[in-house]
């Protein structure tokens, strides 16, 4: 059965940097483009970042852009997602999902993990 799990959330200074980490099982890793997702309260889930399945060609939200950075390492079947210069407007679950496609659209995604909080305070 396939499991993705989060971790590295946590609570963080604006300014500041967390890496998050998500370890992939029960899936032909390397076969998937990995991506991150996040959800506020009271909002819908929104594309953050995607790294495809050879780890060449990487897309972000133009809210991240500069400040976020995806990538993976197919050996380890993990993707990570360091993310400096933190904002307020940062704080949300982070979710991480894998899908055939190098896709920024969230029902493009097989496969979820459970979640990881980030909050940023100002």
């Known amino acids: 059965q396939v499991q993705l799990v989060e971790s590295g959330g946590g609570l963080v200074q604006a300014g500041g940097s967390v890496r998050l980490s998500c370890s992939a099982s029960?899936?032909?890793?390397?076969?998937?483009?990995m991506g991150w997702f996040r959800q506020a309260p009271g909002k819908e889930r929104e594309f953050v970042a995607v790294?495809?399945?050879?780890?060449?060609?990487?897309y972000y939200a133009d809210s991240v852009k500069g400040r976020f950075t995806i990538s993976r390492d197919n050996a380890k079947n993990t993707v990570t997602l360091q993310m400096n210069s933190l904002k307020p407007e940062d704080t949300a679950v982070y979710y991480c999902?894998?899908?055939?496609?190098?896709?920024?659209?969230?029902?493009?995604?097989?496969?979820w993990g459970q979640g990881t909080q980030v909050t940023v305070s100002s």
């Open positions: 029960g899936l032909a890793f390397s076969r998937y483009a």
């Open positions: 999902g894998a899908a055939l496609a190098t896709s920024q659209d969230w029902n493009q995604y097989a496969y």
């Open positions: 790294v495809r399945w050879s780890g060449g060609i990487t």
